[in-house]
């Protein structure tokens, strides 16, 4: 079955960075778009990043573009979020989630998510 | 940016009771429209997408309807797993997805 497991979140102080990395497995990795979202403590979903399943389109939303970069190794099954100049209100859980196809032209819904990973920025 | 309002954004009802959540995208979306349902201390889970197909598993008692700006889910006869809060979700860009703000649906 489906399983994606996020890990590498923790505590960080403000301007800090975090790299966060998302094992996919019972699937098959490199044929499907991978997503970020995010959750701040009791709010509701953010989008904040995509790769299409080669790797070759990625977007970040507006509000981390520039901070947050997404990345994936198909060798390895695994999605990446790079997280740099960390603020407190980048303090979220943090879901990796599977779109329904390669990511090409129009989005998939996401068909499989993580457990998440809870990154706290805080001095 | 495409914004998404969801209607209400709490909602008290009982068991055994019909509900119908709207969801409205400021421009034209077509159908790139999907529902999510999350239970506390889980992730989301995909219920509907292309605006009215059921997931795979998701119950017959929910369903889903609209194009162009206007969207519902209705969930007839509510069972108790059904309180949670419920999300919608516009794909028509991968550059620009957005969520809904949330309907917090509780039992009464």
């Known amino acids: 079955q489906v399983q994606l497991v996020e890990s590498g979140g923790g505590v960080v102080q403000p301007g800090g960075s975090l790299r966060l990395s998302c094992e996919a497995s019972g699937f098959a990795f490199g044929s499907f778009g991978m997503h970020w979202v995010r959750q701040a403590p009791g709010k509701g979903l953010e989008w904040l990043a995509f790769?299409?399943?080669?790797?070759?389109?990625?977007y970040e939303a507006v509000s981390v573009k520039g901070r947050f970069t997404i990345s994936r190794d198909n060798s390895e099954n695994t999605l990446f979020l790079q997280m740099s100049d960390l603020r407190p209100e980048d303090t979220a859980t943090y879901y990796c989630?599977?779109?329904?196809?390669?990511?090409?032209?129009?989005?998939?819904?996401?068909?499989?998510w993580g457990q998440g990973t809870l990154v706290t920025v805080t001095s | 940016d495409i914004q998404l309002t969801q209607s209400p954004s709490f909602l008290s009802a009982s068991v055994g009771d019909r509900v119908t959540i709207t969801c409205r995208a400021s421009q034209d979306i077509s159908v790139y429209l999907a529902w999510y349902q999350q239970k506390p201390q889980t992730a989301p889970k995909l219920l509907v997408f292309?605006?009215?197909t059921l997931q795979s598993g998701v119950p017959s008692r929910f369903s889903a309807y609209g194009s162009g700006t206007e969207f519902t889910l209705t969930i007839n006869s509510l069972q108790p797993e059904d309180f949670a809060t419920y999300y919608c979700q516009q794909l028509k860009s991968h550059s620009l997805i957005t969520f809904g703000q949330g309907t917090r649906l509780d039992i009464k």
């Open positions: 989630a599977k779109e329904s196809g390669p990511g090409i032209g129009v989005a998939g819904p996401f068909d499989h």
């Open positions: 790769i299409q399943y080669d790797g070759d389109k990625k």
């Open positions: 292309a605006a009215s």
